[in-house]
């Protein structure tokens, strides 16, 4: 951090624009990579109270989620779920909404996926039986939000609190519909019926790698290049910047607002099916991985950025595989992680809160 | 440590010792002036009106008595001293304290418990004692403080007098009510003035802020009158002692409205023979609420080439209507039709398209937004449209060529066109705001206070654009509380008072003096004109 913030107090300036990139470059490197190293070293020296290495456990993290075939193959299947709902949660914060539900959206649109493409399979060709289960459960999600949406829309109801709210009862509904519903007559264990592996969706090449990735990707990308590149984008983020601003400027604010809500709960609920239909083929009674809120300090971290968000969803990714293996091998329980991402986190803030009081000093 | 019920009313200056101060005091929020050099001084003994319209300032020097805002320039004094107060501890700690215009009690706790709210911790409150003040207070003052009520419960009338009561119990010197009346009923009002006048008899200094002049003559020992952020006069106590009513009021209106004397009389503009009916508003009416004035039966016609003024006290509907006018508001009756083409039913951007252009007066929080680039800013009601857009897709080189263009044509001062506009000054913000409302095929425009907040060069640039828009043959409507603006621009000025137009008056540049009268008796409801509407 110190290194960096003296470079680019010493480098001669070549002109106000390669200046400017330089503080740019200067400022992310402070703002992304300070707290992330800080959080490294800290979680690392909780590691030592304990009496683990941190420096055995960090390299069997990485040899084992990004150096390792298998492992590196786990960690970008991994990646897919928690790429789209980076995707829907990229489309919420640029536009100011707070779309903190997109657990319970993800979980209901597994579960659509998981009941129907099982019901279709053999009655239609495969890979639509693919795409309607990608679309239900788009809908569903989108479905989910519909209430916090127009509760914020049209009462300016604060969408933070009923989203979580509809996320319990999501979660808690999906359950219901996986035990009464959905259940598989077949087995003891309460699930879904399996869909076959040759059914779920191709791997890609000769690895385990799931094609769900090549779809998420896209859904970032996608995203970003409509939220930064075209007016839709822009009138999405007029009024999440500025409402008042908004309605002068002639924006249907609700419309709008609604239009986020379902955009952001399809992408939770694509996410849903990418598990289901990619890697899992099933939902079991109680399962939750929440990575929602996983995922919602990613976004955050890379500033709402959707190549920031793949790169860090990347890394998470394979911390979250490499600690798996680590639990086992090393002794240090799989939520460790948290400890990991929460201390992320609190330095994060801390980096942000810094950064606006040396900008609040220096002018 | 600051304890409830140990002291009482006692420890107080002499009468007429000035208790606190205000110092060439200068206080400037992004792109505003809002507080401009005002010295006051605030006595023991008296009831001291700050009076003023809305954005005058007064709320701003409530502020910084408060601890919640510091001034930029000068100082405030307590008892002579200067003093910093820089959070509300150390205001309450100088024995200010202020009810403020919206009740800040906690509404589910009981009055007893909002009384002790912010009294140390580590003791149980004195009960007893605080019950024996509370007799003594009741006795004295005629507060009614029920204290085992659960305070939401109590009438907002109530619920002020439990604000004033706690201002009592700490060591109070100086008692700020701002705005307690616009709560209350006439009668509330009324009480409240009795409680203020046996207040300052024992010794408090008490400020009340009000913009209404009768209840300034009536519960007022010293009125000083705040306009646009500066100190535009006084009314001392012997002569305000010696005026009836009526010409109270008067000094209080010519203060109000008065030539404020900034070295802007340019001369005023000559009307010339209108055009066609541009914009014509018949029996516009929307529906109020709590904190927004409801517009009934608004009627009022603008001509191409002519710039109708609208005059009033802030806050008495302009914003509405200039809403309701734009599209941004939904409207209960009436039409609005733009070059005899019925546009009620239309969008803000249809309303756009056709040429109806709103400059809001919200430069900050509704005209612009702050975080984007100028560029952005330039195009932001025409998202999406050509040559900007196409298929959707943003042509960013042809935005900022655009930006570029206005930045130039308004002489608009920015580091770039990618500077995001909030590090702009409020003039320059509005520059580009006015760039963007007259870019294409404007007909009508709607200006909402044009020049409020801005500087000497920045207002004379501004009237002089809203002459050329006039004489360029674009219909104006021009709202503004300030009178010498409209004198020297408008050719006729209507006046607004609760939501209703109250009157129009030719605009008569040779007898500026009868039309400020004339204006400003409208304006406060105070008699009914008697130039020709």
Same mark, same amino acid.
């Given at each position: 951090?110190?290194?960096?913030?003296?470079?680019?107090?010493?480098?001669?300036? $070549?002109?106000?624009?390669?200046?400017?990139?330089?503080?740019?470059?200067?400022?992310?490197?402070?703002?992304?990579?300070?707290?992330?190293?800080?959080?490294?070293?800290?979680?690392?020296?909780?590691?030592?109270?304990?009496?683990?290495?941190?420096?055995?456990?960090?390299?069997?993290?990485?040899?084992?989620?990004?150096?390792? %075939?298998?492992?590196?193959?786990?960690?970008?299947?991994?990646?897919?779920?928690?790429?789209?709902?980076?995707?829907?949660?990229?489309?919420?914060?640029?536009?100011?909404?707070? $779309?903190?539900?997109?657990?319970?959206?993800?979980?209901?649109?597994?579960?659509?996926?998981?009941?129907?493409?099982?019901?279709?399979?053999?009655?239609?060709?495969?890979?639509?039986?693919?795409?309607?289960?990608?679309?239900?459960?788009?809908?569903?999600?989108?479905?989910?939000?519909?209430?916090?949406?127009?509760?914020?829309?049209?009462?300016?109801?604060?969408?933070?609190?009923?989203?979580?709210?509809?996320?319990?009862?999501?979660?808690?509904?999906? $359950?219901?519909?996986?035990?009464?519903?959905?259940?598989?007559?077949?087995?003891?264990?309460?699930?879904?019926?399996?869909?076959?592996?040759?059914?779920?969706?191709?791997?890609?090449?000769?690895?385990?790698?799931?094609?769900?990735?090549?779809?998420?990707?896209?859904?970032?990308?996608?995203?970003?290049?409509? =939220?930064?590149?075209?007016?839709?984008?822009?009138?999405?983020?007029?009024?999440?910047?500025?409402?008042?601003?908004?309605?002068?400027?002639?924006?249907?604010?609700?419309?709008?607002?609604?239009?986020?809500?379902?955009?952001?709960?399809?992408?939770?609920?694509?996410?849903?099916?990418?598990?289901?239909?990619?890697? $899992?083929?099933?939902?079991?009674?109680?399962?939750?991985?929440?990575?929602?809120? =996983?995922?919602?300090?990613?976004?955050?971290?890379?500033?709402?950025?959707?190549?920031?968000?793949?790169?860090?969803?990347?890394?998470?990714?394979?911390?979250?595989?490499?600690?798996?293996?680590?639990?086992?091998?090393? %002794?240090?329980?799989?939520?460790?992680?948290?400890?990991?991402?929460?201390?992320?986190?609190?330095?994060?803030?801390?980096?942000?809160?810094?950064?606006?009081?040396?900008?609040?000093?220096?002018? | 440590?600051?304890?409830?019920?140990?002291?009482?009313?006692?420890?107080? *200056?002499?009468?007429?010792? +000035?208790?606190?101060?205000?110092?060439?005091?200068?206080?400037?929020?992004?792109?505003?002036?809002?507080?401009?050099?005002?010295?006051?001084?605030?006595?023991?003994?008296?009831?001291?009106?700050?009076?003023?319209?809305?954005?005058?300032?007064?709320?701003?020097?409530?502020?910084?008595?408060?601890?919640?805002?510091?001034?930029?320039?000068?100082?405030?004094?307590?008892?002579?001293?200067?003093?910093?107060?820089?959070?509300?501890?150390?205001?309450?700690?100088?024995?200010?304290?202020?009810?403020?215009?919206?009740?800040?009690?906690?509404?589910?706790?009981?009055?007893?418990?909002?009384?002790?709210?912010?009294?140390?911790?580590?003791?149980?409150? *004195?009960?007893?004692?605080?019950?024996?003040?509370?007799?003594?207070?009741?006795?004295?003052?005629?507060?009614?403080? *029920?204290?085992?009520?659960?305070?939401?419960?109590?009438?907002?009338?109530? /619920? /002020?007098?439990?604000?004033?009561?706690?201002?009592?119990?700490?060591?109070?010197?100086?008692?700020?009510?701002?705005?307690?009346?616009?709560?209350?009923?006439?009668?509330?009002?009324?009480?409240?003035?009795?409680?203020? &006048?046996?207040?300052?008899?024992?010794?408090?200094?008490?400020?009340?802020?009000?913009?209404?002049?009768?209840?300034?003559?009536?519960?007022?020992? &010293?009125?000083?009158?705040?306009?646009?952020?500066?100190?535009?006069?006084?009314?001392?106590?012997?002569?305000?002692?010696?005026?009836?009513?009526?010409?109270?009021?008067?000094?209080?209106?010519?203060?109000?409205?008065?030539?404020?004397?900034?070295?802007?009389?340019?001369?005023?503009?000559?009307? &010339?023979?209108?055009?066609?009916?541009?914009?014509?508003?018949?029996?516009?009416?929307? /529906?109020?609420?709590?904190?927004?004035?409801?517009?009934?039966?608004?009627?009022?016609?603008?001509?191409?080439?002519?710039?109708?003024?609208?005059?009033?006290?802030?806050?008495?509907?302009?914003?509405?209507?200039?809403?309701?006018?734009?599209?941004?508001?939904?409207?209960?009756?009436?039409?609005?039709?733009? +070059?005899?083409?019925?546009?009620? /039913?239309?969008?803000?951007?249809?309303? &756009?398209?056709?040429?109806?252009?709103?400059?809001?007066?919200?430069?900050?929080?509704?005209?612009?937004?702050?975080?984007?680039?100028?560029?952005?800013?330039?195009?932001?009601?025409?998202?999406?449209?050509?040559?900007?857009?196409?298929?959707?897709?943003?042509? *960013?080189?042809?935005?900022?060529?655009?930006?570029?263009?206005?930045?130039?044509?308004?002489?608009?001062?920015?580091?770039?066109?990618?500077?995001?506009?909030?590090?702009?000054?409020?003039?320059?913000?509005?520059?580009?705001?006015?760039?963007?409302?007259?870019?294409?095929?404007?007909?009508?425009?709607?200006?909402?206070?044009?020049?409020?907040?801005?500087?000497?060069?920045?207002?004379?640039?501004?009237?002089?654009?809203?002459?050329?828009?006039?004489?360029?043959?674009?219909?104006?409507?021009?709202?503004?509380?300030?009178?010498?603006?409209?004198?020297?621009?408008?050719?006729?000025?209507?006046?607004?008072?609760?939501?209703?137009?109250?009157?129009?008056?030719?605009?008569?540049?040779?007898?500026?003096?009868?039309?400020?009268?004339?204006?400003?008796?409208?304006?406060?409801?105070?008699?009914?004109?008697?130039?020709?509407?």
């Amino acid at each position: 951090m110190t290194a960096s913030d003296t470079q680019t107090a010493t480098t001669p300036s $070549n002109g106000p624009v390669e200046v400017q990139r330089e503080a740019r470059l200067a400022r992310f490197a402070v703002m992304t990579l300070g707290p992330i190293a800080a959080a490294v070293i800290a979680s690392g020296l909780i590691l030592v109270v304990f009496g683990i290495n941190p420096i055995t456990y960090y390299t069997f993290v990485i040899e084992r989620g990004l150096f390792s %075939g298998l492992g590196l193959e786990q960690t970008l299947t991994r990646m897919a779920p928690l790429l789209f709902l980076a995707a829907g949660l990229i489309v919420a914060f640029r536009a100011g909404i707070w $779309n903190l539900g997109v657990d319970g959206q993800f979980l209901l649109g597994a579960v659509a996926s998981a009941a129907l493409a099982p019901a279709l399979l053999g009655v239609l060709p495969g890979w639509i039986v693919l795409l309607m289960g990608f679309v239900l459960a788009g809908l569903v999600g989108a479905v989910w939000s519909v209430l916090p949406a127009l509760l914020r829309a049209y009462q300016g109801v604060n969408e933070i609190i009923t989203t979580l709210m509809m996320t319990f009862l999501g979660v808690s509904l999906a $359950n219901v519909l996986v035990k009464l519903v959905f259940l598989d007559p077949k087995t003891t264990v309460p699930q879904t019926r399996t869909i076959p592996v040759p059914d779920r969706l191709p791997r890609l090449f000769d690895s385990t790698i799931s094609s769900g990735l090549v779809w998420a990707v896209a859904a970032v990308l996608l995203v970003h290049v409509v =939220m930064t590149r075209t007016a839709f984008g822009l009138k999405l983020r007029t009024v999440g910047a500025n409402p008042h601003a908004a309605a002068h400027a002639g924006l249907s604010v609700p419309r709008l607002t609604v239009a986020v809500f379902a955009i952001s709960a399809a992408f939770a609920g694509l996410a849903g099916a990418s598990e289901i239909l990619g890697v $899992n083929g099933n939902v079991r009674a109680d399962w939750n991985p929440a990575y929602g809120l =996983m995922v919602i300090p990613l976004v955050f971290l890379a500033r709402f950025h959707g190549v920031g968000s793949i790169i860090l969803i990347f890394f998470y990714s394979a911390l979250l595989i490499g600690s798996e293996s680590a639990a086992r091998r090393v %002794g240090v329980p799989q939520d460790f992680t948290l400890v990991l991402v929460a201390t992320l986190l609190i330095f994060l803030g801390l980096a942000e809160w810094l950064d606006h009081r040396r900008r609040k000093g220096g002018g | 440590m600051r304890d409830l019920a140990r002291t009482s009313l006692v420890p107080l *200056p002499a009468k007429g010792v +000035e208790a606190v101060g205000l110092v060439s005091v200068t206080k400037r929020f992004p792109g505003v002036v809002a507080v401009d050099d005002v010295s006051l001084g605030i006595r023991s003994g008296e009831v001291h009106v700050l009076l003023g319209e809305n954005g005058a300032g007064k709320s701003t020097i409530v502020g910084m008595l408060a601890g919640l805002q510091l001034p930029d320039e000068g100082h405030l004094t307590v008892n002579g001293v200067p003093v910093r107060l820089a959070s509300p501890v150390e205001s309450l700690a100088a024995g200010i304290n202020t009810v403020f215009q919206h009740v800040m009690l906690v509404p589910t706790l009981t009055v007893f418990e909002n009384l002790v709210l912010g009294d140390a911790w580590w003791h149980r409150p *004195p009960r007893a004692l605080i019950e024996a003040r509370i007799a003594e207070l009741q006795r004295d003052f005629g507060l009614r403080v *029920p204290l085992d009520a659960i305070t939401g419960d109590l009438s907002l009338g109530e /619920q /002020q007098q439990i604000e004033i009561a706690r201002a009592l119990l700490r060591e109070s010197h100086v008692l700020i009510l701002d705005e307690a009346t616009s709560m209350l009923t006439p009668q509330g009002a009324d009480e409240l003035g009795e409680r203020m &006048r046996r207040l300052a008899e024992r010794g408090l200094a008490v400020v009340f802020i009000t913009h209404k002049l009768s209840e300034a003559y009536r519960f007022g020992d &010293r009125i000083s009158v705040l306009k646009q952020g500066r100190f535009a006069g006084e009314i001392g106590p012997d002569a305000l002692a010696a005026m009836a009513e009526k010409d109270a009021v008067d000094e209080m209106v010519q203060l109000m409205f008065g030539s404020s004397d900034t070295g802007l009389a340019s001369a005023a503009r000559q009307s &010339r023979p209108r055009g066609a009916c541009s914009l014509k508003v018949s029996g516009l009416s929307t /529906q109020g609420g709590v904190e927004e004035m409801a517009l009934s039966d608004i009627s009022l016609e603008v001509f191409a080439g002519e710039i109708l003024g609208v005059a009033g006290i802030d806050g008495n509907g302009q914003k509405q209507m200039a809403e309701a006018i734009a599209g941004q508001r939904p409207v209960t009756a009436g039409t609005v039709e733009l +070059e005899s083409r019925n546009v009620t /039913q239309e969008s803000v951007g249809k309303r &756009r398209e056709l040429g109806l252009r709103y400059l809001t007066d919200d430069r900050l929080m509704e005209g612009s937004v702050g975080l984007f680039a100028v560029s952005e800013n330039t195009v932001l009601k025409e998202i999406g449209a050509p040559p900007f857009w196409s298929y959707g897709f943003e042509k *960013p080189a042809r935005i900022a060529a655009h930006a570029r263009d206005l930045i130039q044509r308004f002489s608009v001062r920015t580091p770039g066109e990618a500077t995001p506009i909030g590090h702009l000054s409020g003039g320059n913000i509005q520059k580009v705001l006015l760039g963007r409302e007259l870019s294409g095929a404007a007909k009508v425009v709607v200006f909402n206070k044009p020049t409020y907040g801005l500087d000497m060069q920045n207002i004379a640039a501004s009237r002089q654009r809203i002459r050329d828009i006039a004489e360029g043959g674009m219909a104006v409507l021009l709202i503004s509380t300030d009178l010498d603006e409209l004198l020297e621009l408008a050719d006729r000025i209507a006046v607004m008072d609760r939501g209703r137009i109250c009157g129009v008056l030719d605009n008569d540049a040779t007898q500026p003096a009868e039309m400020r009268t004339a204006i400003g008796r409208l304006m406060v409801g105070e008699a009914p004109a008697e130039v020709d509407a």
